[in-house]
């Protein structure tokens, strides 16, 4: 079946340092959505992501669609402390269902 | 973008035992869903559950065990049947944002610990 993988699996960062994490699959998805789920609560969209190519930014964060339409990257800049949590990316299929990647705990240290 | 309540936040239920979670949302939408986030896990879909129709249910789950109600499109409930240990999760709603494309907007989830 499918399945998205995430890495790294989890990082431990100083505060203002830059973040990179990564979602690859063995599928071809339309739809590359990546969220955030702090402890005790759902995932909260951060940004989506619709063709190819794109490159999408939302104040700290930009993510990037992948060429090959089969992975799919986020990165934050200059972290902060509540930039901490674990982040998912989600693939799109049966044009309303999604699949989890495996998830990116992040961890910031002052 | 919709508010989702769910209900309750969380519960310790005995093993055999059944449980409705109750998920609201603000507007009405159509397709309404429900996931299972085992301890420390990704979120895994169990099924989606349209107003009017029967629930559909990904592979490894069904309707004896995870029996789905949707009476209108703001409410949904999910039962966790017959519970044992392994049913330990966190169980959360979402809904498609509509004209959002594809996004769907999460509850807070609900927490259960079976004893």
């Known amino acids: 079946g499918q399945q998205l993988n995430q890495s790294p699996q989890s990082m431990f960062i100083q505060e203002g340092e830059d973040v990179s994490m990564n979602c690859t699959s063995s599928?071809?998805?339309?739809?590359w959505l990546w969220y955030k789920q702090d402890p005790g609560e759902g995932p909260v969209l951060l940004i989506a992501l619709y063709k190819a190519g794109e490159l999408t930014s939302n104040g700290r964060l930009t993510a990037q669609f992948g060429i090959t339409r089969k992975d799919s990257f986020l990165n934050i800049s200059a972290s902060i402390p509540s930039d901490v949590g674990i982040y998912f990316c989600a693939g799109v299929y049966n044009t309303d269902k999604l699949i989890f990647g495996t998830g990116t705990r992040l961890q910031v240290f002052p | 973008s919709a508010v989702i309540s769910q209900k309750p936040s969380r519960d310790i239920c005995q093993r055999g035992t059944s449980l409705t979670i109750q998920c609201q949302v603000d507007s009405q939408v159509t397709m309404m869903f429900w996931y299972r986030q085992q301890p420390g896990q990704s979120l895994t879909l169990i099924a989606t559950a349209n107003q009017g129709s029967e629930a559909t249910y990904e592979s490894g789950f069904v309707i004896d065990k995870f029996p789905i109600s949707r009476p209108n499109l703001t409410f949904s409930t999910l039962t966790v049947s017959n519970m044992s240990p392994e049913d330990s999760s966190i169980y959360l709603c979402s809904v498609e944002g509509g004209a959002d494309n594809y996004i769907q907007y999460f509850g807070a989830g609900t927490r259960l610990s079976v004893l």
């Open positions: 599928s071809i998805f339309n739809t």
